[in-house]
Protein backbone atom coordinates (compact mmCIF):
# COMPACT_ATOMS: atom_id res chain seq x y z
CA UNK A 1 0.00 0.00 0.00
CA UNK A 2 2.86 2.47 0.54
CA UNK A 3 3.21 2.94 -3.62
CA UNK A 4 -0.39 3.82 -3.50
CA UNK A 5 0.07 6.38 -0.42
CA UNK A 6 3.00 7.93 -2.42
CA UNK A 7 0.70 7.80 -5.35
CA UNK A 8 -1.96 9.84 -4.03
CA UNK A 9 0.88 11.76 -2.56
CA UNK A 10 2.48 12.95 -5.84
CA UNK A 11 -0.74 13.33 -7.66
CA UNK A 12 -2.32 15.47 -5.29
CA UNK A 13 0.40 17.76 -5.12
CA UNK A 14 -0.37 18.45 -8.60
CA UNK A 15 -4.11 19.07 -8.53
CA UNK A 16 -2.86 22.77 -8.18
CA UNK A 17 -1.43 22.63 -12.24
CA UNK A 18 -4.57 19.92 -13.31
CA UNK A 19 -7.42 21.09 -12.30
CA UNK A 20 -10.80 19.87 -13.66
CA UNK A 21 -12.75 22.03 -16.18
CA UNK A 22 -15.01 21.50 -19.61
CA UNK A 23 -12.63 22.37 -22.12
CA UNK A 24 -13.19 22.04 -25.82
CA UNK A 25 -10.75 19.77 -27.85
CA UNK A 26 -10.95 23.23 -30.42
CA UNK A 27 -9.83 25.50 -27.03
CA UNK A 28 -6.92 27.99 -27.38
CA UNK A 29 -6.59 26.73 -23.02
CA UNK A 30 -4.93 23.35 -24.10
CA UNK A 31 -2.46 24.27 -26.41
CA UNK A 32 0.32 24.59 -23.01
CA UNK A 33 -1.05 21.29 -21.61
CA UNK A 34 -0.91 18.72 -24.90
CA UNK A 35 2.71 18.39 -24.39
CA UNK A 36 3.31 19.06 -20.50
CA UNK A 37 4.11 15.69 -18.57
CA UNK A 38 2.24 17.81 -15.79
CA UNK A 39 -1.31 17.46 -17.38
CA UNK A 40 -0.95 13.58 -18.20
CA UNK A 41 -3.45 11.80 -16.01
CA UNK A 42 -1.53 9.37 -13.38
CA UNK A 43 -3.62 5.97 -13.42
CA UNK A 44 -2.92 3.42 -11.15
CA UNK A 45 -4.45 0.17 -10.96
CA UNK A 46 -4.37 -2.26 -7.75
CA UNK A 47 -5.15 -6.25 -8.15
CA UNK A 48 -6.35 -6.88 -4.49
CA UNK A 49 -5.83 -10.78 -4.12
CA UNK A 50 -3.17 -10.95 -6.86
CA UNK A 51 -0.86 -14.10 -6.71
CA UNK A 52 2.38 -13.41 -8.58
CA UNK A 53 2.02 -17.57 -8.72
CA UNK A 54 -1.28 -18.41 -9.46
CA UNK A 55 -2.12 -14.86 -11.97
CA UNK A 56 0.73 -15.35 -13.66
CA UNK A 57 -0.95 -15.63 -16.95
CA UNK A 58 -3.20 -12.44 -16.21
CA UNK A 59 -2.55 -9.52 -18.78
CA UNK A 60 -3.87 -6.05 -17.99
CA UNK A 61 -4.57 -4.36 -21.97
CA UNK A 62 -5.66 -1.10 -22.17
CA UNK A 63 -6.98 1.07 -25.61
CA UNK A 64 -6.54 4.88 -25.37
CA UNK A 65 -8.08 7.01 -27.49
CA UNK A 66 -6.08 9.53 -29.44
CA UNK A 67 -5.79 12.12 -31.68
CA UNK A 68 -3.63 11.47 -35.48
CA UNK A 69 -4.00 8.78 -38.14
CA UNK A 70 -5.29 5.88 -36.12
CA UNK A 71 -7.53 7.08 -33.59
CA UNK A 72 -6.51 4.38 -31.16
CA UNK A 73 -3.85 3.27 -29.40
CA UNK A 74 -3.54 -0.74 -27.87
CA UNK A 75 -1.11 -0.83 -24.58
CA UNK A 76 -0.33 -3.74 -22.22
CA UNK A 77 0.62 -3.11 -19.04
CA UNK A 78 3.15 -4.47 -16.29
CA UNK A 79 2.28 -6.25 -13.36
CA UNK A 80 3.99 -5.43 -10.52
CA UNK A 81 4.84 -7.86 -7.71
CA UNK A 82 2.49 -6.33 -5.09
CA UNK A 83 -0.42 -6.43 -8.41
CA UNK A 84 -0.46 -2.66 -8.91
CA UNK A 85 -0.14 -1.36 -12.66
CA UNK A 86 0.17 2.15 -14.73
CA UNK A 87 -1.63 3.35 -17.62
CA UNK A 88 0.24 5.29 -19.39
CA UNK A 89 -1.22 8.23 -21.73
CA UNK A 90 0.61 10.42 -24.27
CA UNK A 91 -0.64 13.80 -24.53
CA UNK A 92 -1.97 16.05 -22.13
CA UNK A 93 -5.24 16.14 -22.88
CA UNK A 94 -8.43 17.29 -20.98
CA UNK A 95 -10.85 13.81 -20.07
CA UNK A 96 -9.58 11.49 -22.33
CA UNK A 97 -11.07 7.86 -22.93
CA UNK A 98 -9.13 4.39 -22.47
CA UNK A 99 -10.58 0.85 -22.12
CA UNK A 100 -9.47 -1.38 -19.78
CA UNK A 101 -9.19 -5.08 -19.68
CA UNK A 102 -8.14 -7.04 -16.58
CA UNK A 103 -8.03 -10.81 -18.61
CA UNK A 104 -11.57 -12.33 -19.00
CA UNK A 105 -12.71 -10.67 -15.57
CA UNK A 106 -12.90 -7.03 -16.21
CA UNK A 107 -13.97 -4.78 -19.28
CA UNK A 108 -14.90 -1.32 -18.94
CA UNK A 109 -14.83 2.19 -20.33
CA UNK A 110 -12.73 4.80 -18.09
CA UNK A 111 -12.52 8.63 -18.61
CA UNK A 112 -9.33 10.18 -17.16
CA UNK A 113 -8.08 14.00 -16.66
CA UNK A 114 -6.53 14.35 -13.67
CA UNK A 115 -5.96 11.00 -11.53
CA UNK A 116 -7.68 7.86 -10.96
CA UNK A 117 -7.03 4.66 -9.10
CA UNK A 118 -8.92 1.73 -9.99
CA UNK A 119 -9.71 -1.41 -7.40
CA UNK A 120 -10.13 -4.60 -8.94
CA UNK A 121 -10.81 -7.91 -6.43
CA UNK A 122 -9.59 -10.53 -8.04
CA UNK A 123 -10.74 -13.16 -5.91
CA UNK A 124 -14.93 -11.24 -6.63
CA UNK A 125 -14.26 -10.94 -10.59
CA UNK A 126 -12.78 -14.45 -10.27
CA UNK A 127 -16.48 -15.81 -9.30
CA UNK A 128 -18.22 -13.16 -11.26
CA UNK A 129 -16.75 -10.66 -14.23
CA UNK A 130 -17.65 -7.20 -14.24
CA UNK A 131 -18.50 -5.27 -17.86
CA UNK A 132 -18.23 -1.44 -16.93
CA UNK A 133 -18.63 -0.98 -13.09
CA UNK A 134 -20.18 -3.70 -10.61
CA UNK A 135 -18.60 -5.88 -7.34
CA UNK A 136 -15.34 -5.73 -7.29
CA UNK A 137 -14.35 -2.60 -8.92
CA UNK A 138 -14.16 0.42 -7.19
CA UNK A 139 -12.69 3.88 -7.74
CA UNK A 140 -10.27 6.93 -6.34
CA UNK A 141 -8.69 9.57 -6.87
CA UNK A 142 -9.93 13.17 -8.70
CA UNK A 143 -11.84 11.12 -11.29
CA UNK A 144 -13.20 8.40 -9.07
CA UNK A 145 -16.87 9.54 -9.21
CA UNK A 146 -17.06 10.87 -13.16
CA UNK A 147 -16.05 7.32 -13.78
CA UNK A 148 -18.42 5.67 -11.50
CA UNK A 149 -21.12 7.83 -12.93
CA UNK A 150 -20.28 6.97 -16.36
CA UNK A 151 -19.59 3.17 -16.03
CA UNK A 152 -22.77 2.81 -14.02
CA UNK A 153 -24.46 4.74 -16.71
CA UNK A 154 -23.01 1.95 -19.17
CA UNK A 155 -24.94 -0.65 -17.54
CA UNK A 156 -28.33 1.40 -17.36
CA UNK A 157 -31.52 -0.05 -19.60
CA UNK A 158 -28.15 -1.49 -21.69
CA UNK A 159 -30.60 -4.06 -23.32
CA UNK A 160 -32.99 -1.25 -24.30
CA UNK A 161 -30.05 0.97 -25.82
CA UNK A 162 -28.37 -1.69 -27.34
CA UNK A 163 -32.07 -2.59 -29.15
CA UNK A 164 -31.79 1.00 -30.06
CA UNK A 165 -28.74 1.45 -31.59
CA UNK A 166 -29.28 -1.78 -33.96
CA UNK A 167 -31.95 -0.25 -34.90
CA UNK A 168 -30.11 3.09 -35.58
CA UNK A 169 -27.31 0.46 -37.55
CA UNK A 170 -30.32 -0.68 -39.48
CA UNK A 171 -31.51 2.63 -41.12
CA UNK A 172 -27.91 4.37 -41.89
CA UNK A 173 -27.50 1.14 -43.66
CA UNK A 174 -30.22 1.55 -45.68
CA UNK A 175 -29.14 3.46 -48.87
CA UNK A 176 -32.72 3.06 -50.84
CA UNK A 177 -34.27 5.58 -47.75
CA UNK A 178 -34.42 9.63 -48.49
CA UNK A 179 -32.56 11.55 -46.52
CA UNK A 180 -35.47 13.31 -45.21
CA UNK A 181 -36.78 9.92 -43.90
CA UNK A 182 -33.55 9.02 -42.44
CA UNK A 183 -33.06 12.71 -40.12
CA UNK A 184 -36.61 12.41 -39.07
CA UNK A 185 -35.90 8.51 -37.83
CA UNK A 186 -32.30 9.46 -36.62
CA UNK A 187 -33.91 12.13 -34.39
CA UNK A 188 -36.88 9.87 -32.85
CA UNK A 189 -33.52 7.61 -32.16
CA UNK A 190 -32.18 10.15 -30.30
CA UNK A 191 -34.82 11.68 -28.33
CA UNK A 192 -35.32 8.12 -27.00
CA UNK A 193 -31.59 7.90 -25.79
CA UNK A 194 -32.17 11.16 -24.50
CA UNK A 195 -34.78 10.44 -22.48
CA UNK A 196 -33.21 7.17 -21.01
CA UNK A 197 -30.03 9.49 -19.97
CA UNK A 198 -32.79 11.84 -18.46
CA UNK A 199 -33.90 8.96 -16.09
CA UNK A 200 -30.91 8.13 -15.30
CA UNK A 201 -29.41 11.66 -14.66
CA UNK A 202 -32.93 11.85 -12.19
CA UNK A 203 -31.91 8.79 -10.26
CA UNK A 204 -28.12 9.63 -9.96
CA UNK A 205 -27.86 13.27 -10.14
CA UNK A 206 -26.52 15.78 -13.03
CA UNK A 207 -22.98 16.55 -11.93
CA UNK A 208 -21.57 14.87 -14.75
CA UNK A 209 -24.62 15.36 -17.21
CA UNK A 210 -22.47 17.08 -19.44
CA UNK A 211 -20.21 14.01 -20.25
CA UNK A 212 -23.44 11.91 -21.76
CA UNK A 213 -25.01 15.14 -23.66
CA UNK A 214 -21.57 15.69 -24.96
CA UNK A 215 -20.82 12.24 -26.07
CA UNK A 216 -24.48 11.91 -27.45
CA UNK A 217 -24.39 15.09 -29.36
CA UNK A 218 -21.09 13.79 -30.90
CA UNK A 219 -23.02 10.42 -32.28
CA UNK A 220 -26.05 12.31 -33.25
CA UNK A 221 -24.14 14.99 -35.67
CA UNK A 222 -21.48 12.62 -36.91
CA UNK A 223 -24.86 10.17 -37.80
CA UNK A 224 -25.86 13.11 -39.46
CA UNK A 225 -23.37 13.84 -41.43
CA UNK A 226 -22.88 10.25 -42.69
CA UNK A 227 -26.46 10.52 -44.04
CA UNK A 228 -25.02 13.87 -46.05
CA UNK A 229 -21.45 12.30 -47.59
CA UNK A 230 -21.80 13.56 -51.02
CA UNK A 231 -24.97 15.20 -50.89
CA UNK A 232 -26.24 19.07 -50.22
CA UNK A 233 -27.38 19.35 -46.56
CA UNK A 234 -29.74 22.25 -45.23
CA UNK A 235 -27.90 25.08 -44.07
CA UNK A 236 -28.87 25.29 -40.55
CA UNK A 237 -28.26 21.88 -40.19
CA UNK A 238 -24.49 21.69 -41.63
CA UNK A 239 -24.45 24.89 -39.00
CA UNK A 240 -25.22 22.67 -35.87
CA UNK A 241 -22.87 19.91 -36.86
CA UNK A 242 -19.80 22.58 -37.22
CA UNK A 243 -20.56 24.79 -33.81
CA UNK A 244 -21.02 21.17 -31.86
CA UNK A 245 -17.42 21.06 -30.07
CA UNK A 246 -16.40 17.75 -28.72
CA UNK A 247 -15.15 17.91 -24.77
CA UNK A 248 -13.87 14.38 -24.58
CA UNK A 249 -10.81 12.82 -26.39
CA UNK A 250 -13.33 9.76 -27.12
CA UNK A 251 -14.23 6.81 -30.34
CA UNK A 252 -17.10 9.89 -30.01
CA UNK A 253 -15.66 12.58 -30.63
CA UNK A 254 -12.99 10.39 -33.11
CA UNK A 255 -15.64 9.38 -35.34
CA UNK A 256 -17.21 12.88 -35.18
CA UNK A 257 -14.14 14.78 -36.71
CA UNK A 258 -13.59 11.73 -38.84
CA UNK A 259 -16.96 12.23 -40.64
CA UNK A 260 -16.94 16.20 -40.78
CA UNK A 261 -13.99 16.10 -42.61
CA UNK A 262 -15.13 12.98 -45.01
CA UNK A 263 -18.26 15.56 -45.73
CA UNK A 264 -15.76 18.48 -46.69
CA UNK A 265 -13.73 16.17 -48.95
CA UNK A 266 -16.77 14.20 -50.66
CA UNK A 267 -17.63 16.40 -53.40
CA UNK A 268 -21.37 16.50 -54.16
CA UNK A 269 -23.04 15.52 -57.54
CA UNK A 270 -22.81 19.38 -58.49
CA UNK A 271 -19.34 20.24 -57.31
CA UNK A 272 -17.85 17.42 -59.00
CA UNK A 273 -19.58 18.79 -62.49
CA UNK A 274 -17.71 21.82 -61.54
CA UNK A 275 -14.68 20.02 -60.93
CA UNK A 276 -14.16 18.45 -64.01
CA UNK A 277 -15.70 21.33 -66.04
CA UNK A 278 -12.49 23.00 -64.67
CA UNK A 279 -9.90 20.55 -65.02
CA UNK A 280 -10.86 19.79 -69.23
CA UNK A 281 -10.81 23.60 -70.23
CA UNK A 282 -7.57 23.92 -68.19
CA UNK A 283 -6.33 21.09 -70.18
CA UNK A 284 -8.14 22.42 -73.87
CA UNK A 285 -6.34 25.54 -72.86
CA UNK A 286 -3.02 24.16 -71.95
CA UNK A 287 -3.41 22.56 -75.57
CA UNK A 288 -4.65 25.04 -78.07
CA UNK A 289 -1.47 26.85 -76.41
CA UNK A 290 0.98 24.27 -77.65
CA UNK A 291 3.27 25.35 -80.88
CA UNK A 292 3.61 21.58 -82.01
CA UNK A 293 1.23 19.24 -83.18
CA UNK A 294 2.26 15.67 -81.12
CA UNK A 295 1.83 12.44 -82.86
CA UNK A 296 -0.59 11.78 -80.49
CA UNK A 297 -2.94 14.04 -82.04
CA UNK A 298 -2.07 13.19 -85.38
CA UNK A 299 -2.70 9.69 -85.08
CA UNK A 300 -5.90 10.57 -82.88
CA UNK A 301 -7.18 12.96 -85.71
CA UNK A 302 -6.55 9.95 -87.97
CA UNK A 303 -8.65 7.26 -85.48
CA UNK A 304 -11.52 10.44 -86.06
CA UNK A 305 -11.86 10.63 -89.89
CA UNK A 306 -11.99 6.36 -89.36
CA UNK A 307 -8.56 6.40 -91.39
CA UNK A 308 -5.76 3.97 -90.55
CA UNK A 309 -3.72 5.34 -87.51
CA UNK A 310 -0.83 3.96 -85.05
CA UNK A 311 -2.91 1.95 -82.26
CA UNK A 312 -0.08 2.36 -79.77
CA UNK A 313 0.22 5.68 -79.87
CA UNK A 314 -3.54 6.51 -79.19
CA UNK A 315 -3.41 4.59 -76.71
CA UNK A 316 0.01 5.70 -74.90
CA UNK A 317 -1.45 9.20 -75.26
CA UNK A 318 -5.12 8.33 -73.85
CA UNK A 319 -2.86 6.95 -70.52
CA UNK A 320 -0.58 10.37 -70.34
CA UNK A 321 -4.42 12.44 -71.00
CA UNK A 322 -6.03 10.28 -68.49
CA UNK A 323 -2.84 10.50 -65.61
CA UNK A 324 -2.95 14.13 -66.22
CA UNK A 325 -6.37 14.50 -65.62
CA UNK A 326 -6.46 12.52 -62.63
CA UNK A 327 -3.65 14.77 -61.02
CA UNK A 328 -5.81 18.03 -61.72
CA UNK A 329 -8.25 16.29 -60.26
CA UNK A 330 -6.39 15.85 -57.36
CA UNK A 331 -5.34 19.31 -57.44
CA UNK A 332 -8.39 20.74 -57.82
CA UNK A 333 -10.22 18.99 -55.32
CA UNK A 334 -7.35 19.64 -52.73
CA UNK A 335 -8.24 23.59 -53.40
CA UNK A 336 -11.79 22.83 -53.68
CA UNK A 337 -11.00 21.26 -49.72
CA UNK A 338 -8.53 23.79 -48.66
CA UNK A 339 -11.49 26.58 -49.36
CA UNK A 340 -14.11 24.67 -47.45
CA UNK A 341 -11.96 24.21 -44.54
CA UNK A 342 -10.89 28.45 -44.57
CA UNK A 343 -14.61 28.87 -43.53
CA UNK A 344 -14.16 26.98 -40.34
CA UNK A 345 -12.67 28.40 -37.39
CA UNK A 346 -8.57 27.51 -37.74
CA UNK A 347 -8.44 25.00 -34.89
CA UNK A 348 -11.54 22.74 -36.14
CA UNK A 349 -10.14 22.89 -39.95
CA UNK A 350 -6.64 21.91 -38.35
CA UNK A 351 -8.32 18.42 -36.38
CA UNK A 352 -10.25 17.53 -39.47
CA UNK A 353 -6.80 17.87 -41.57
CA UNK A 354 -4.99 15.59 -38.57
CA UNK A 355 -8.18 13.06 -38.52
CA UNK A 356 -8.21 12.99 -41.97
CA UNK A 357 -4.64 11.40 -43.38
CA UNK A 358 -4.56 8.57 -44.62
CA UNK A 359 -3.33 5.48 -43.16
CA UNK A 360 -1.01 4.16 -45.78
CA UNK A 361 2.36 5.89 -45.22
CA UNK A 362 3.37 6.30 -48.76
CA UNK A 363 -0.05 8.39 -49.30
CA UNK A 364 -0.13 9.98 -45.84
CA UNK A 365 3.56 11.42 -46.49
CA UNK A 366 1.99 13.32 -49.93
CA UNK A 367 -0.87 14.34 -48.15
CA UNK A 368 1.39 16.03 -45.43
CA UNK A 369 3.84 17.28 -47.63
CA UNK A 370 0.34 19.43 -48.69
CA UNK A 371 -1.74 20.02 -45.39
CA UNK A 372 1.53 20.67 -43.03
CA UNK A 373 1.66 23.98 -44.29
CA UNK A 374 -1.46 24.79 -44.06
CA UNK A 375 -1.88 23.96 -40.13
CA UNK A 376 -2.21 26.54 -37.97
CA UNK A 377 -2.06 25.05 -34.31
CA UNK A 378 1.69 24.11 -33.37
CA UNK A 379 0.47 20.84 -31.35
CA UNK A 380 -1.78 19.66 -34.23
CA UNK A 381 1.02 19.94 -36.55
CA UNK A 382 3.60 18.72 -33.97
CA UNK A 383 1.05 15.64 -33.41
CA UNK A 384 0.51 15.03 -37.11
CA UNK A 385 4.70 14.83 -38.23
CA UNK A 386 5.70 12.42 -35.13
CA UNK A 387 2.97 10.56 -35.24
CA UNK A 388 4.12 9.64 -38.71
CA UNK A 389 8.53 9.70 -37.72
CA UNK A 390 7.23 7.27 -35.20
CA UNK A 391 5.72 4.96 -37.75
CA UNK A 392 8.00 5.06 -39.83
CA UNK A 393 10.94 4.53 -37.67
CA UNK A 394 9.00 1.18 -36.29
CA UNK A 395 8.56 -0.05 -39.36
CA UNK A 396 12.16 0.40 -40.34
CA UNK A 397 12.72 -0.76 -36.95
CA UNK A 398 11.23 -4.29 -37.34
CA UNK A 399 12.22 -4.97 -41.41
CA UNK A 400 15.51 -4.87 -39.80
CA UNK A 401 15.08 -6.71 -36.82
CA UNK A 402 13.71 -9.69 -39.20
CA UNK A 403 16.08 -9.04 -41.45
CA UNK A 404 18.87 -9.71 -38.60
CA UNK A 405 17.35 -12.74 -37.39
CA UNK A 406 19.06 -15.48 -35.71
CA UNK A 407 19.12 -18.33 -38.52
CA UNK A 408 18.14 -20.88 -36.12
CA UNK A 409 18.00 -25.24 -37.65
CA UNK A 410 15.71 -25.76 -40.88
CA UNK A 411 13.44 -27.50 -38.41
CA UNK A 412 12.00 -24.73 -36.49
CA UNK A 413 8.49 -24.50 -35.55
CA UNK A 414 5.94 -22.21 -35.45
CA UNK A 415 5.14 -23.50 -31.83
CA UNK A 416 4.06 -26.88 -30.25
CA UNK A 417 2.68 -28.82 -33.72
CA UNK A 418 -1.07 -30.52 -32.66
CA UNK A 419 -1.31 -31.99 -35.91
CA UNK A 420 -2.92 -32.00 -39.05
CA UNK A 421 -6.93 -31.58 -39.81
CA UNK A 422 -8.70 -33.37 -42.87
CA UNK A 423 -8.70 -30.13 -45.09
CA UNK A 424 -4.68 -30.21 -44.74
CA UNK A 425 -4.75 -27.30 -42.45
CA UNK A 426 -1.50 -27.93 -40.17
CA UNK A 427 -2.09 -26.42 -36.44
CA UNK A 428 0.31 -24.94 -33.78
CA UNK A 429 -0.06 -23.21 -30.29
CA UNK A 430 2.59 -20.66 -29.69
CA UNK A 431 5.39 -21.36 -27.43
CA UNK A 432 7.66 -18.00 -27.68
CA UNK A 433 8.85 -16.73 -25.19
CA UNK A 434 7.70 -13.20 -26.13
CA UNK A 435 6.90 -11.33 -29.53
CA UNK A 436 10.75 -11.00 -30.95
CA UNK A 437 10.91 -14.70 -30.52
CA UNK A 438 7.56 -15.67 -31.84
CA UNK A 439 8.57 -13.35 -34.97
CA UNK A 440 12.35 -15.21 -35.26
CA UNK A 441 10.53 -18.53 -35.58
CA UNK A 442 7.87 -16.95 -38.12
CA UNK A 443 10.94 -15.28 -40.18
CA UNK A 444 13.11 -18.99 -40.13
CA UNK A 445 9.86 -21.34 -40.63
CA UNK A 446 9.07 -19.26 -43.78
CA UNK A 447 13.01 -19.08 -45.32
CA UNK A 448 13.18 -17.25 -48.50
CA UNK A 449 9.58 -16.69 -48.80
CA UNK A 450 7.17 -14.04 -48.44
CA UNK A 451 5.13 -13.86 -45.52
CA UNK A 452 1.24 -12.68 -45.34
CA UNK A 453 0.26 -12.92 -41.62
CA UNK A 454 -3.87 -13.33 -41.07
CA UNK A 455 -4.46 -11.81 -37.38
CA UNK A 456 -7.68 -12.79 -36.89
CA UNK A 457 -10.57 -13.85 -34.20
CA UNK A 458 -12.63 -16.91 -33.89
CA UNK A 459 -16.03 -14.81 -32.95
CA UNK A 460 -14.68 -11.89 -36.04
CA UNK A 461 -17.49 -11.57 -38.73
CA UNK A 462 -15.27 -9.83 -40.71
CA UNK A 463 -12.33 -12.25 -40.47
CA UNK A 464 -14.89 -15.09 -40.85
CA UNK A 465 -15.90 -13.43 -44.21
CA UNK A 466 -12.68 -12.68 -45.80
CA UNK A 467 -11.60 -16.37 -44.88
CA UNK A 468 -14.92 -17.46 -46.90
CA UNK A 469 -14.34 -15.72 -49.77
CA UNK A 470 -10.22 -15.96 -50.15
CA UNK A 471 -10.17 -19.59 -51.49
CA UNK A 472 -9.92 -18.32 -55.38
CA UNK A 473 -6.88 -15.74 -54.51
CA UNK A 474 -5.22 -18.48 -52.28
CA UNK A 475 -5.22 -20.60 -55.11
CA UNK A 476 -3.23 -18.30 -57.52
CA UNK A 477 -1.04 -17.17 -54.47
CA UNK A 478 0.03 -21.47 -54.49
CA UNK A 479 2.43 -20.44 -57.58
CA UNK A 480 4.09 -17.92 -56.20
CA UNK A 481 7.11 -18.05 -52.91
CA UNK A 482 4.64 -16.54 -50.50
CA UNK A 483 3.10 -18.59 -47.75
CA UNK A 484 -0.27 -17.58 -45.17
CA UNK A 485 -0.08 -17.71 -41.72
CA UNK A 486 -2.83 -17.72 -39.65
CA UNK A 487 -2.71 -16.35 -36.39
CA UNK A 488 -5.59 -16.64 -33.92
CA UNK A 489 -5.33 -14.64 -30.80
CA UNK A 490 -6.74 -15.44 -27.40
CA UNK A 491 -9.25 -13.20 -27.10
CA UNK A 492 -12.36 -14.57 -26.29
CA UNK A 493 -11.51 -17.66 -28.22
CA UNK A 494 -10.56 -21.03 -27.47
CA UNK A 495 -8.16 -23.79 -29.06
CA UNK A 496 -11.61 -25.89 -29.33
CA UNK A 497 -13.42 -23.32 -31.53
CA UNK A 498 -10.46 -22.16 -33.20
CA UNK A 499 -10.13 -26.08 -34.74
CA UNK A 500 -14.09 -26.37 -35.32
CA UNK A 501 -13.79 -22.92 -37.35
CA UNK A 502 -11.05 -23.50 -39.36
CA UNK A 503 -12.79 -27.03 -40.61
CA UNK A 504 -16.01 -25.90 -40.83
CA UNK A 505 -14.24 -23.37 -43.41
CA UNK A 506 -12.08 -25.52 -45.07
CA UNK A 507 -8.81 -23.61 -44.52
CA UNK A 508 -5.46 -25.50 -45.56
CA UNK A 509 -2.06 -23.90 -44.69
CA UNK A 510 -0.45 -23.04 -41.14
CA UNK A 511 -2.60 -21.98 -38.36
CA UNK A 512 -1.11 -20.80 -35.04
CA UNK A 513 -3.41 -20.48 -31.70
CA UNK A 514 -1.53 -17.49 -29.43
CA UNK A 515 -1.52 -17.69 -26.07
CA UNK A 516 -2.53 -14.86 -23.96
CA UNK A 517 0.56 -13.41 -23.68
CA UNK A 518 1.78 -13.44 -27.32
CA UNK A 519 -1.81 -12.35 -28.63
CA UNK A 520 -1.12 -9.13 -26.35
CA UNK A 521 1.93 -8.21 -27.36
CA UNK A 522 1.29 -9.25 -30.89
CA UNK A 523 -1.71 -6.34 -30.77
CA UNK A 524 0.88 -4.05 -29.03
CA UNK A 525 3.83 -4.21 -31.05
CA UNK A 526 2.02 -4.32 -34.68
CA UNK A 527 -0.61 -1.47 -32.92
CA UNK A 528 -3.72 -3.90 -34.20
CA UNK A 529 -7.09 -2.31 -33.37
CA UNK A 530 -9.18 -5.04 -34.90
CA UNK A 531 -10.33 -7.97 -36.57
CA UNK A 532 -9.34 -8.83 -39.26
CA UNK A 533 -5.44 -7.39 -39.48
CA UNK A 534 -3.45 -8.08 -42.33
CA UNK A 535 1.01 -8.03 -42.32
CA UNK A 536 3.40 -8.59 -45.12
CA UNK A 537 6.90 -9.09 -45.18
CA UNK A 538 8.59 -9.65 -48.44
CA UNK A 539 11.23 -12.33 -48.88
CA UNK A 540 13.71 -9.91 -48.05
CA UNK A 541 12.26 -9.02 -45.20
CA UNK A 542 11.03 -5.44 -45.58
CA UNK A 543 7.57 -4.84 -43.25
CA UNK A 544 4.36 -3.59 -45.06
CA UNK A 545 1.42 -2.94 -42.84
CA UNK A 546 -0.84 -1.77 -45.06
CA UNK A 547 -0.36 -3.50 -48.21
CA UNK A 548 -3.12 -5.97 -47.81
CA UNK A 549 -6.48 -5.21 -46.46
CA UNK A 550 -8.04 -8.24 -47.10
CA UNK A 551 -6.70 -11.68 -48.67
CA UNK A 552 -9.70 -11.67 -50.69
CA UNK A 553 -8.80 -8.36 -52.02
CA UNK A 554 -5.26 -9.50 -53.79
CA UNK A 555 -4.93 -8.84 -57.06
CA UNK A 556 -2.35 -11.90 -57.82
CA UNK A 557 -0.84 -9.80 -60.96
CA UNK A 558 0.11 -6.73 -59.34
CA UNK A 559 0.88 -8.88 -55.82
CA UNK A 560 4.13 -10.45 -57.29
CA UNK A 561 5.61 -7.24 -58.21
CA UNK A 562 5.43 -6.70 -54.20
CA UNK A 563 7.62 -10.00 -53.42
Known sequence: MRFITLFIFLVFGNCILNSQSNVSLESKDIDNRIFNPSFSPKILGYLLNYSKTIDKDLIVKYTISTLGAKKQKARTAIINEDGTFELITEIGVPYQQIWLNIGDYFKGKLIVN???????????????????FGKGIDFAGSDAGLNKYVCEYMNFESNTIEKINKEKISLLLNFTAQSKYKIQKINEIYHSLEQIEQSYIKKKGSTFKWILENERLSEYYSDILSIHWGKDIEKSLITNCVNHEPLILSNSSNQYYDFLNYFYVTPN??????????????????NAGAKNITPYEIELNKKKAKLP??????????????????????????????????????????????????????????????????????????????????????????????????????NTKLGDHLGYLNNGASLFTSNAEDINDFMNDVSNYYRNRAIIIDIWATWSAPSISDMKNSKPVLYGLDSLPVEVLYLCVENHSTIENWKEKISELGLHGDHVFLDKKISAQIMEYFEIGGFPSYLFFDIERNFDPYLIDGISNINIKSFKEKL
Open 114 to 132: QDLIIYADLKRLKKKEVLN
Open 269 to 286: AYEVKLLKEQVVKEQVEE
Open 309 to 410: YDKSIVEDGDKVLAKQFEIKMAEAKLNMVLDKFSKLSPRKADLLKLVGQPIELEERAKYLKEMLPTIQTEWIRLIAQNDFDEEQNKINKISTFLKQVTKRDI
